[in-house]
């Protein structure tokens, strides 16, 4: 019986210096998620409209053919019954793509993701994202220090943004 509390006691100790620990570290300002987390553009994610979305991220960007990237958005393709959930995706024949970008147009914040690639992720990138009403959808593709800029109109029955 002895044993047993004492080994209740060890865990119970155990357990308390690892969250006081933890929670020093936290309060000191070491384990900041800010520091934590990739590059964040925040400047791009704040912005409240495309074209300042677009200047914070990458500068001036020109429309590319669709056979460079192709970009399907809403099921079935430009139409979204619940802009909460609008699935969207890319494909390309690109190589070394870096980075993709998707923004919409009517959102009170127009970028709605920003993703950095690394070599082993394969397209086609399929997710989803928010849309607040009928609006133009933006994708931006960096590869090779090139951009790529594609868009498709989506109509949206009930908005998904508040």
């Not at 006691?9 to 900041?32: E, F, H, M, N, Q």
């Not at 520091?35 to 912005?47: D, M, N, T």
């Not at 009170?108 to 959808?137: C, G, H, N, W, Y």
Request: aromatic share 6%.
């Amino acid at each position: 019986m002895n044993d047993e509390l004492n080994q209740q006691r060890r865990k119970v100790l155990k357990a308390t210096i690892s969250a006081s620990t933890l929670a020093l570290v936290a309060a000191s300002g070491l384990l900041l998620p800010q520091r934590l987390l990739a590059h964040w553009p925040k400047g791009a994610f704040e912005a409240e409209s495309v074209e300042d979305a677009l200047l914070a991220l990458v500068g001036d960007v020109d429309e590319v053919d669709e056979s460079l990237v192709k970009f399907k958005i809403g099921s079935p393709p430009s139409y979204a019954v619940n802009g909460a959930t609008v699935p969207f995706q890319i494909e390309s024949k690109l190589t070394n793509i870096e980075r993709v970008y998707i923004l919409v147009e009517k959102n009170p914040f127009p970028l709605a993701m920003s993703m950095e690639l690394t070599p082993v992720v394969q397209l086609p990138l399929k997710s989803m994202i928010k849309i607040r009403e009928d609006s133009l959808v933006i994708a931006v593709v960096r590869a090779e220090g090139k951009l790529y800029k594609t868009s498709r109109f989506v109509e949206v029955d009930i908005g998904g943004c508040g």
